[in-house]
C-alpha cells in the first residue's frame, strides 16, 4: 500500500467547488481544506505510488479551479 498527500493551490473562490469534486474521487481517503499557503489537502491511498501519481496527474490536476499540486510521497520506515 502507497500513501500520498497532495497540496492543492486552487482559484480564490473555487475552493469549495474543488474540494466536492475531488473527495469523491477513487483513490481518496481524506480532503481537507487548509488555510495558508495552500488551499487543499488530499490523502491518496493506492496499491503503489504510480497509481497515485497517476490519479494525480489526470484526475486531481484536470479539476476545474486547480492551479498547481505538490506530491509528498508516504515512506515505510519499519
Known amino acids: 500500500m502507497a500513501v500520498g498527500y497532495v497540496l492543492v493551490n486552487v482559484t480564490p473562490g473555487?475552493?469549495?467547488?474543488?474540494?466536492?469534486?475531488?473527495?469523491?474521487?477513487?483513490?481518496?481517503d481524506d480532503i481537507t481544506v487548509l488555510f495558508g499557503d495552500y488551499d487543499l489537502i488530499v490523502k491518496l491511498v493506492a496499491d503503489d505510488l504510480g497509481t497515485i501519481a497517476k490519479t494525480v496527474v489526470e484526475t486531481i490536476r484536470p479539476v476545474t479551479g486547480v492551479l498547481n499540486t505538490k506530491t509528498l510521497a508516504g515512506a515505510d520506515v519499519v
Open 14 to 28: 473555487m475552493e469549495i467547488e474543488a474540494y466536492n469534486t475531488i473527495k469523491g474521487m477513487e483513490n481518496v
